[in-house]
């Protein structure tokens, strides 16, 4: 064991949040890596049959198992504790029971919105939604005879999840008896596997598409429909007289994850997923360690596609419990339990949902990511990180005063995901790089505590850069966030002692950027030394 680690005690078994088809191949997945895992559906069944009975075949292994333990009418009432440690209130009915997790995956499914109005219809016998031509197909009632008018990709942006149910809806039409099928589209989305099979294989078996930019007329009189429309190709009016009009329904992120997000301490995006657009945490991370996402529960993803996520979501639940035995940093952030107050500050900016507190903040091992936020953000400098500890960071400024008699002096506080990657980059291609400038590596940008700035200057510093991922690219989430926040707030303060304000740079680089680093860099030495001339 290295020697800065130690080890700690994490719990293995593991909740399956969602019962769909996610869900079920996670919860296969995970008890095959040989943890003993609790599969939840809100709902009195799980994943159920489709059209090439895979899932029926998934469901049946997971029912097999002796290892997962399928909990329906289930929901989680509460969640308390951290990663290796979750204490979860699961409520079946009136009946509430606690267990204990080390890691839990959210598999939460869709739902979908009929979009009648963005067509002026109001649903009845004649206008039905795709749910509801799925459900008469699989029922086999839909009478034989009939023209069946399509409506998609008008009342929102088109995406290949809407479309293959419209395709395979077609499939499934091709055999009813002396049925004829139009697709007016807006915009056909075939980028998921097999869909352009599906497409052709509709337009041989008879299907018409008129695709156009602009929305169809429908009007309703009585029993008599008619859809008009100017078709692109023939440059002239066409119209159907369906006998039954299907509207498209849009696909959304279950209601339940806002619900979800709040006791999870993760985070929602703008549209309900609970997956941040940030590269670190694909394929199925979420922002707190030993909590992961898939399928449907993370983005606008397929059921393939989701059943294809309960593999990585395996690896990484492997990765993260082991044996149960967890090696962690023994030097992480410290809490100072003298300065401590219990304001709370550190719980609520930790974007790793690491901290708890009973008298005092407390960090959890397992959990804290060593990012540094809390401790720049503790108004009381209670808290201490490792090697960057606000002795550390003085020290190093103090260390490059004057940086050997060359000038202008400027400090770099560098992201070392990033902006010291930049740097090294920069001097190891041969880019101009100004003699003065002193690189002082941070674990991230959010430990750019503003004490770090002022002290800089105070030493005397020409300038001071900040040296952030990009938004969306940062390993802490909100670390690049918290940077360009105090930088605006410090360029306040240099602004009222009559420091210009390009003393201080905020500059987000990634790690192969080294001749932005140099161009931005070089600009400031230039800047400086015109002002000092």
Known sequence: MNADKKIIRIATDVLV????????????????????????????????????????????????????????????????????????????????????????????????????????????????????????????????????????????????????????????????????????????????????????????????????????????????????????????????????????????????????????????????????????????????????????ARDLLSVEQGIQDAGNVALEVKKFLGDGNLEVPSNTAFVDVDKCTVCLTCYRCCPHGAIFWDSRAIIAEAACQGCGICASECPNDAIQLGDYADEAMAKAIQDGQGTSGKSPWIVAFCCKNSGLEAVNMAKTFGYRVPAGLQAIEVPCAGKIDMDYVMDAFVQGADGVMLLTCHNGNCKSDKGALYASWRAAEIKKMLASVGLPEDRLVCASLANNMGRKFSEISVEMERSIKKASS
Not at 118 to 142: C, D, M, N, R, T
Not at 217 to 234: H, N, Q, R
Not at 240 to 267: G, H, K
């Open 17 to 296: 949040i969602g019962g769909g088809t996610a869900g079920v191949a996670a919860a296969n997945e995970v008890a095959g890596k040989g943890y003993k895992v609790v599969l939840t559906s809100k709902e009195d069944k799980v994943a159920q049959e489709t059209k090439n009975g895979v899932i029926a075949d998934m469901v049946a292994k997971a029912e097999a198992n002796a290892d997962i333990e399928i909990m329906k009418n289930t929901v989680v009432a509460k969640v308390m504790g951290v990663p290796g440690d979750f204490a979860v209130t699961l409520k079946t009915g009136d009946k509430a029971v606690e267990r204990k997790f080390g890691a839990i995956v959210v598999a939460t499914g869709l739902t979908t919105k009929v979009l009648n109005d963005a067509y002026g219809l109001e649903l009845g016998p004649k206008v039905i939604s795709q749910s509801q031509l799925e459900a008469l197909l699989a029922q086999g009632k839909l009478e034989s005879g009939k023209t069946v008018a399509f409506l998609v990709g008008f009342g929102q942006d088109g995406n290949p999840l809407v479309m293959e149910r419209v395709l395979d809806s077609l499939t499934a039409l091709g055999k009813v008896a002396e049925t004829d099928a139009y697709v007016f589209v807006g915009d056909i989305k075939l980028a998921a596997d097999g869909l352009d099979q599906l497409y052709a294989q509709a337009r041989q078996e008879g299907v018409i598409y008129f695709k156009t930019t602009d929305a169809p007329k429908v009007s309703v009189d009585g029993d008599a429909m008619c859809i008009s429309i100017l078709d692109p190709v023939l440059r002239q009016q066409v119209e159907v007289a369906p006998d039954l009009i299907v509207v498209e329904e849009a696909i959304l992120a279950d209601e339940d994850n806002a619900a979800l997000a709040e006791p999870l301490q993760i985070e929602a995006d703008k549209n309900g997923f609970l997956q941040p657009d940030n590269v670190h945490y694909f394929p199925v991370k979420s922002t707190r360690l030993g909590i992961f996402v898939a399928g449907a």
